[in-house]
């Protein structure tokens, strides 16, 4: 893939973009929550992979949103594919994550808003419109912001020992294949707690310090990449199960300690 040079624009000016983005998803989305509304099924092979109108309305905005504020940017999103591929600044989109969560009701769902500067996730941010909850990173460290419009730093805790671990997934059977359920059945065995659903909202736990460990496989660069960052600054590390990058997806491991993270990564195989 051939990247352009664009220059990068002042951080402040991105991130501030990225709020407005989430906020006009949100208005997108919301008025379909908690609604009787038609669920379509991507899966074409025997699956169940659902999609709502709230899904498309708020990609089809995000995307409007940035051509119009930055026509050279590109767009990775889940519901319409790719725009610009070529582009050096990248952003990559779930409008919403969790949308099994989203069509029972449940607000364990997110809009999702990354931001790449080549192969790098330079930003992330993670939007719960009904709860009124916003998880983003800012150039160094992470923040939370509640009903109460008060932006609060987050960080994740202290857990060096698998023992003591709170470990979640979005749910077994979402896991990609057999060995990684066995994988992830070994790894739970060993940990104090382990919940299930969560989807993005389990990730952000993670990083304000309610979560020590989420494992996941099958994953897509537009479910994990804007979390990437909202983990590592909060302290938190976040890889493939082998320990590489997290940014194409696939087998994803975070823990809010490093000390911890490396002996998952060991019981889970690589």
Same mark, same amino acid.
């Given at each position: 893939?051939?990247?352009?040079?664009?220059?990068?624009?002042?951080?402040?000016?991105?991130?501030?973009?990225?709020?407005?983005?989430?906020?006009?998803?949100?208005?997108?989305?919301?008025?379909?929550?908690?609604?009787?509304?038609?669920?379509?099924?991507?899966?074409?092979?025997?699956?169940?992979?659902?999609?709502?109108?709230?899904?498309?309305?708020?990609?089809?905005? +995000?995307?409007?949103?940035?051509?119009?504020?930055?026509?050279?940017?590109?767009?990775?999103?889940?519901?319409?594919?790719?725009?610009?591929?070529?582009?050096?600044?990248?952003?990559?989109?779930?409008?919403?994550?969790?949308?099994?969560?989203?069509?029972?009701?449940?607000?364990?769902?997110?809009?999702?808003?990354?931001?790449?500067?080549?192969?790098?996730?330079?930003?992330?941010?993670?939007?719960?419109?009904?709860?009124?909850?916003?998880?983003?990173?800012?150039?160094?460290?992470?923040?939370?912001?509640?009903?109460?419009?008060?932006?609060?730093? +987050?960080?994740?805790?202290?857990?060096?020992? +698998?023992?003591?671990?709170?470990?979640?997934?979005?749910?077994?059977?979402?896991?990609?294949?057999?060995?990684?359920?066995?994988?992830?059945?070994?790894?739970?065995?060993?940990?104090?707690?382990?919940?299930?659903?969560?989807?993005?909202?389990?990730?952000?736990?993670?990083?304000?310090?309610?979560?020590?460990?989420?494992?996941?496989?099958?994953?897509?660069?537009?479910?994990?990449?804007?979390?990437?960052?909202? +983990?590592?600054?909060?302290?938190?590390?976040?890889?493939?199960?082998?320990?590489?990058?997290?940014?194409?997806?696939?087998?994803?491991?975070?823990?809010?300690?490093?000390?911890?993270?490396?002996?998952?990564?060991?019981?889970?195989?690589?």
């Amino acid at each position: 893939m051939t990247l352009t040079k664009d220059p990068r624009p002042p951080f402040k000016q991105l991130l501030a973009f990225a709020h407005e983005l989430a906020d006009g998803a949100g208005a997108a989305i919301l008025p379909h929550f908690r609604r009787r509304i038609a669920v379509d099924n991507k899966a074409d092979d025997g699956g169940y992979d659902p999609v709502t109108i709230a899904d498309r309305a708020a990609e089809r905005r +995000i995307a409007k949103a940035i051509a119009q504020r930055y026509p050279d940017h590109g767009l990775v999103g889940e519901e319409y594919g790719t725009v610009n591929p070529g582009a050096r600044w990248r952003w990559i989109v779930d409008p919403i994550d969790g949308t099994r969560a989203f069509v029972m009701g449940s607000p364990l769902w997110g809009t999702l808003i990354g931001l790449m500067d080549a192969d790098a996730p330079v930003l992330g941010m993670m939007d719960q419109p009904f709860t009124g909850e916003r998880f983003w990173s800012d150039a160094k460290t992470s923040h939370w912001r509640g009903r109460d419009g008060k932006a609060r730093r +987050i960080r994740t805790r202290p857990c060096p020992q +698998i023992a003591d671990m709170v470990l979640t997934t979005t749910h077994p059977s979402l896991l990609a294949t057999s060995a990684d359920r066995t994988a992830f059945r070994r790894l739970e065995a060993k940990a104090r707690m382990t919940r299930f659903g969560g989807d993005c909202y389990a990730y952000c736990l993670l990083a304000a310090g309610f979560v020590d460990c989420v494992v996941e496989s099958g994953l897509k660069p537009y479910d994990i990449v804007a979390l990437i960052p909202i +983990i590592e600054r909060a302290g938190g590390r976040i890889t493939s199960w082998d320990g590489g990058p997290a940014t194409s997806g696939g087998r994803i491991v975070a823990c809010g300690d490093a000390e911890v993270h490396a002996k998952v990564v060991e019981v889970l195989g690589g």
